[in-house]
């Protein structure tokens, strides 16, 4: 399915422009490149879906344009850590492999992969990104970036697909974000968020 270009979006920097057609982007592309950098890493099955098709607290959780990592800890009532599972630099342009953890427990209440592209980053926030220690959120937040998150699409992962390692043994179905930061009018950050 191909969900439609949110209008906003036609100012894209030419790392993403071959994803973008007025009035279509498409996010299976999208994905698999941002995946690239991480060949290693294999995802499941995926299917494209409407907001209408997320079932709750995920739609809830995902259905916005705000950091993940103020949205998550409203949502669990606890600040969150992150741990870098995989990290690939190549020049400016950072991937990485992610889960963010309550403090204190042990089991993933997101999953994800980022793309930072650190040119369009302050020395100070850049610096504090690739210490690897706090959530990307946090950071830009800390630091007074004035961003602006666009959602490009939401995705859904079936029950059986989930490895197991992503959010222990839940069961049911994930749902996930395909998203893009702008910070100070800069799109600095490409997203995938599975909660």
């Known amino acids: 399915m191909i969900i439609p270009h949110p209008p906003r979006l036609h100012c894209f920097s030419s790392t993403w422009s071959r994803f973008m ?54 949502h669990y009532g606890s600040p969150l850590r992150v741990e870098v599972l995989e990290r690939v630099r190549l020049g400016d342009s950072y991937t990485r492999r992610i889960c963010l953890y309550e403090t204190g427990k042990n089991v993933p209440v997101l999953y994800g992969v980022v793309r930072i592209h650190l040119q369009f980053c302050k020395d100070g926030v850049r610096e504090r990104i690739l210490a690897e220690r706090e959530p990307l959120g946090r950071i830009l937040i800390q630091n ?41 009018d800069q799109p600095a950050i490409e997203l995938l968020e599975m909660v």
Do not use: Y
């Not at 998150?149 to 395909?178: C, H, M, Q, T, Y």
């Open 21 to 74: 057609a007025i009035p279509e982007f498409r996010p299976a592309e999208f994905l698999n490149d941002l995946l690239a950098p991480l060949p290693c890493f294999s995802f499941p099955p995926t299917s494209f879906v409407q907001p209408g098709e997320v079932s709750e607290p995920s739609r809830t959780l995902l259905v916005h344009n705000h950091h993940m990592t103020v949205t998550l800890e409203a």
């Open 144 to 184: 007074g970036v004035l961003t602006r998150i666009d959602l490009l699409g939401l995705l859904k992962i079936e029950s059986s697909a989930v490895p197991g390692d992503w959010f222990g043994n839940r069961g049911g179905d994930v749902f996930g974000r395909l998203a893009v930061i702008h910070c100070d």
